[in-house]
């Protein structure tokens, strides 16, 4: 079996997209950076939603590729190419590297920066804590000692159900600030998940990890 006909037979998913051809290096750039800020991931160009294979001229779809990495990407994704031949039809495998010590943002369409994830085979905007949580990974900061009264509160609240940020900002009066690095602690430690039900940040509600629920 070709190893292209073998990626495709796996489909779309956290660590793998395709595309029938990349025309907006903007929206590329999208991609690129949710790959970099998750696990890494591949881009197969010249395939489409479907898994069929279009075929397209990889030295083209590379330059806008090497300039949404670089140019749409702060700071640039490490990205590299293979180009294959299958069934007549040429593909152009991209390989994206997980990011290192720095958060990748890409800019959209009116020229703001964002970072964005992967989630299953979506690209979405990260959550302001999820920022919080990477800068805290990146410092390695925040070993668990012992949590903290307003964390101890925070973690009381989920019990009851789960809640949005703006839902328990109001409900326990804490600075929005010092809630943002309390409840990206408690996600480091493994204490609580955002759930990622709706397509924007403001809808997803933080819950208390499934084998803390009773």
């Known amino acids: 079996m070709h190893p292209v006909v073998h990626m495709i037979r796996e489909g779309e998913h956290q660590q793998q997209d395709f595309k029938f051809r990349v025309d907006d290096a903007r929206k590329i750039a999208i991609t690129l950076a949710a790959f970099a800020n998750t696990d890494g991931g591949r881009l197969l160009v010249g395939v489409k939603d479907n898994g069929k294979i279009a075929g397209v001229r990889t030295s083209e779809e590379w330059h806008v590729i090497e300039g949404a990495a670089d140019l749409y990407c702060d ?6 190419a293979h180009r294959w031949e299958v069934e007549g039809k040429e593909v152009l495998e991209v390989l994206v590297n997980p990011r290192g010590r720095k958060v990748h943002k890409a800019q ?19 959550h302001i804590v999820q920022m919080a949580l990477w800068q805290e990974k990146i410092e390695s900061r925040g070993s668990l000692i012992e949590l903290l009264p307003e964390e101890k509160k925070v973690l009381e609240l989920l019990r009851e159900e789960p809640r949005a940020l703006n839902e328990i900002q109001r409900a326990v009066g804490m600075p929005r600030r010092a809630l943002v690095t309390y409840l990206a602690h408690l996600m480091r430690w493994e204490l609580i998940e955002l759930d990622f039900e709706g397509e924007r940040p403001h809808q997803w509600r933080f819950q208390l990890i499934q084998s803390l629920q009773s």
């Open 75 to 80: 700071p640039p994704v490490d990205v590299e």
């Open 108 to 126: 959209d369409s009116e020229g703001r920066w964002w970072a964005f994830f992967r989630k299953g085979d979506r690209n979405l905007k990260a």
